[in-house]
């Protein structure tokens, strides 16, 4: 079982994945009618590609890949235009595919299979992109350092005694965004805004590098608690480097704003997602590869692979996240992360969230 909230139910699981298995299998004439699909896609060629693969060992539709940073792959997009190539988006989180949608840069399309599949939560109301995975950003903390029993919600970091204490990322990371506009979303702009602006001042140094780079200073001694994702942590444990593994086997995982815990809405997740897009030439190859990301099969991959969760409820995850316990996710439309990105990217900056 998944250790977040869905809005699927555990008892009608056998169903909704054989009719999912069903979906994928039948598809007549499909691969002779769109023989390829291209795709630009924000997650490195050696995360996807296998599946990629596997969806063409099944379908015969060749994909065309085409990897890149999530802001390039949009400038692209937008460069094209009406000639672009393109026919599906992957990108890392709702603010990005928010901003691919707003820009019309997409087009609404309609599946049963990821209706299905993936809870609205995690879909854009319209139909212009889906969840195809979770990735949550939680409190890490240094073990021996820091007592759990210190931690509750991501507002109590604001504490000042917390002050000099906290590694995070600037704020022009998109994660950031995120996580400030799903605070905006809970409590309102004025408390988000005092937020910032003690989160600010409790940090222990000026923003700079990536999450692995947090949870490496916070393991070096240069700050006691990091917030990241924790698909980085997983990716660190499961390296082979020991400048990866060692860092990160001194950190803990604490899932914050659990119930008991302030208004207990949960720890804040967002997703790797894909979309239509608007220039889609290939489209019924296009939405058979949306619809096979989220099959059981592509969603055992992420989580095991990727160390993300699964949108699909009842795949199981992998040791690493098993071993974090389970937690209850912030069930926010996360729709509402990118309606809420540029009030949240002024909150940031008036904050001096550098």
């Known amino acids: 079982m998944i250790p977040i909230r ?18 994928l299998a039948v598809a007549p004439g499909l691969a002779a009618a769109d023989a390829e699909v291209n795709l630009y896609s924000a997650r490195k060629e050696a995360l996807i590609k296998p599946l990629l693969d596997r969806f063409t060992e099944e379908t015969g539709i060749e994909v065309n890949l085409v990897t890149g940073k999530a802001d390039a792959l949009l400038q692209r997009l937008k460069n094209e235009g009406a000639n672009s190539p393109a026919d599906v988006l992957l990108t890392v989180d709702a603010g990005n ?9 997409t087009q609404s399309f309609r599946s049963e299979v990821v209706e299905e599949a993936v809870p609205a939560t995690y879909r854009d109301p319209k139909g212009h992109w889906t969840g195809l995975s979770l990735r949550a950003r939680p409190i890490l903390y240094v073990k021996g350092e820091v007592d759990p029993k210190t931690l509750s919600t991501y507002e109590a970091l604001a504490d000042p005694a917390w002050k000099g204490r906290i590694c995070i990322r600037s704020s022009s990371n998109v994660y950031n965004q995120s996580l400030v506009a799903s605070i905006i979303a809970a409590d309102g702009t004025e408390a988000a805004q005092d937020w910032a602006e003690a989160i600010v001042a409790n940090m222990a140094r000026p923003p700079k590098g990536g999450d692995r780079d947090q949870i490496k200073a916070a393991a070096a001694g240069q700050c006691d608690i990091a917030i990241a994702n924790t698909y980085y942590l997983a990716g660190m444990l499961k390296s082979d480097d020991p400048g990866e593994k060692e860092p990160a086997e001194k950190i803990a995982v604490f899932w914050p704003n659990q119930p008991g815990a302030g208004d207990g809405r ?9 979309a239509l897009t608007a220039a889609a030439a290939n489209t019924d190859a296009a939405v058979k590869l949306i619809e096979f990301l989220v099959s059981p099969e592509a969603q055992a991959w992420y989580a095991e ?8 409820e009842g795949v199981e995850i992998s040791p ?35």
């Not at 692979?305 to 699909?312: A, I, K, Q, T, W």
């Not at 309606?339 to 990217?345: H, P, Q, R, V």
């Not at 909150?347 to 001096?352: E, H, I, Q, S, T």
Request: proline letters at 3%; a negative charge; glycine letters at 10%.
């Open 305 to 312: 692979v990727n160390g993300e969760y699964p949108v699909l």
């Open 97 to 105: 595919l928010h901003r691919a949608k707003e820009a019309g840069l």
């Open 6 to 23: 869905s809005r699927l139910h555990l008892s009608s699981l056998p169903a909704q994945i054989a009719g999912i298995c069903l979906a």
């Open 320 to 354: 690493v996240l098993a071993e974090w316990g389970r937690f209850q996710a912030d069930d926010l439309d996360l729709i509402e992360l990118g309606e809420l990105n540029s009030a949240a990217l002024m909150l940031m900056d008036r904050a001096g969230w550098k």
């Open 266 to 274: 949960g720890t804040h997740v967002n997703v790797s997602g894909a």
